[in-house]
Nanobody, 120 residues
Framework: QVQLVESGGGLVQAGQSLRLSCAAS????????MAWYRQAPGNERDMLAT???????NYADSVKGRFTISRDNAKKTVSLQMNSLKPEDTAVYYC??????????????WGQGTQVTVSS
């Protein structure tokens, strides 16, 4: 079945940059919307950025201008370039995708999450 696997999380200092990646694998007909979410302890899981199969993007106000989402349809990957990181960005980051199966149905998938910690 379909799997999403994130990578690239870690510990960085405030003001630095980090790039997250997510790879999709399995029986995939096509990948529609891909997105990045994050969840800090005690908070809800928030949408950060979305990107359509055609490359159209949307960003949450909290990250607009600092984060950039991109995708490689051939490689079935989505990335999140995070610049000017702040301690408030500390959270578990999740990859999300709506994927059309080979049989034609659309289903949502989540990655396992990757920890991003930004120190002061």
């Amino acid at each position: 079945q379909v799997q999403l696997v994130e990578s690239g999380g870690g510990l960085v200092q405030a003001g630095q940059s980090l790039r997250l990646s997510c790879a999709a694998s399995g029986r995939i007909g096509s990948i529609n919307v891909m997105a990045w979410y994050r969840q800090a302890p005690g908070n809800e899981r928030d949408m950060l950025a979305t990107i359509t199969s055609g490359g159209n993007t949307n960003y949450a106000d909290s990250v607009k201008g600092r984060f950039t989402i991109s995708r490689d349809n051939a490689k079935k990957t989505v990335s999140l370039q995070m610049n000017s990181l702040k301690p408030e960005d500390t959270a578990v980051y999740y990859c999300y995708a709506i994927i059309r199966s080979i049989t034609g149905g659309n289903f949502p998938y989540w990655g396992q999450g990757t920890q991003v910690t930004v120190s002061s």
